[in-house]
């Protein structure tokens, strides 16, 4: 069946750390994944993506890492703030005319001031 | 200027009514989506209309029945409500052709009581 999302409900850092939340993808012919951001009683926001011809990609204080191999992502949040305590989803795209986002489960990240 | 805007937010309401969500975004995208997000929040699509054609329909149920009479509209109607139907729904739209992640509305909570 389809599925992405490795069952890792909460990560807790202190400000100032850097986060990494780890994705497992299954679908071997997805060729563009994305990060989204959720914030309590708001929709899905876009973050950062990635293309499936990329390892690497870098934003403003996030960067996503893509490992075809295993089949696996991950967001690094760089000196994490308390603004970014929100629950994160890796999704990946399959299909055409918009295809269809498949989404992880999601893990919730809590920042310490 | 809201991109991806829902009606109503909230909505409470008894077993076995009918009820409406309306969708609407002004980003000139030509697909649309409707997402179920569960009290786990795993976020699940249920359907998608690519310039008011349906495209994709994920196995839900016949009484949820979704109408797009054009494309920056997409609405989902729900008949006969269960329990089993609480959720937060989320609209989403995206441009085909072009890979950066769907934009979500700021979701619909139903609660079935």
């Known amino acids: 069946g389809e599925s992405v999302g490795l069952h890792l409900p909460t990560l807790s850092v202190q400000e100032g750390d850097n986060s990494i939340i780890n994705c497992a993808y299954s679908?071997?012919?997805?060729?563009?994944f994305i990060w989204y951001k959720q914030e309590s009683g708001k929709g899905p926001q876009f973050i950062i993506d990635i293309r499936s011809n990329m390892d690497k990609r870098q934003g403003q204080r996030v960067t996503v890492l893509l490992n075809k191999t295993v089949k696996h992502l991950s967001l690094q949040i760089a000196a994490t703030q308390p603004g970014d305590s929100a629950v994160y989803f890796c999704?990946?795209?399959?299909?055409?005319?918009?295809?269809?986002?498949?989404f992880g489960q999601g893990t919730e990240l809590s920042v310490k001031p | 200027d809201t991109a991806v805007s829902q009606t109503p937010k909230y909505l409470v309401t008894q077993m076995g009514n009918d009820k409406s969500i309306k969708c609407e975004q002004n980003l000139g995208h030509d697909t649309m989506y409707w997402y179920k997000q569960d009290s786990k929040k795993f976020l699940k699509i249920m359907f998608s209309y690519n310039n008011k054609e349906l495209i994709i329909n994920e196995t839900v149920p016949n009484r949820f029945s979704p109408k797009s009479p054009d494309k920056a509209h997409l609405n989902l109607h729900i008949n006969s409500l269960e329990l089993g139907d609480s959720a937060v729904y989320f609209c989403?739209?995206?441009?085909?052709?072009?890979?950066?992640?769907?934009?979500f509305g700021s979701g619909t909570r139903l609660t079935v009581v």
């Open positions: 989403a739209s995206s441009q085909t052709g072009k890979n950066y992640g769907y934009t």
């Open positions: 679908n071997s012919a997805s060729d563009y």
């Open positions: 999704a990946e795209k399959i299909g055409r005319k918009g295809g269809k986002l498949i």
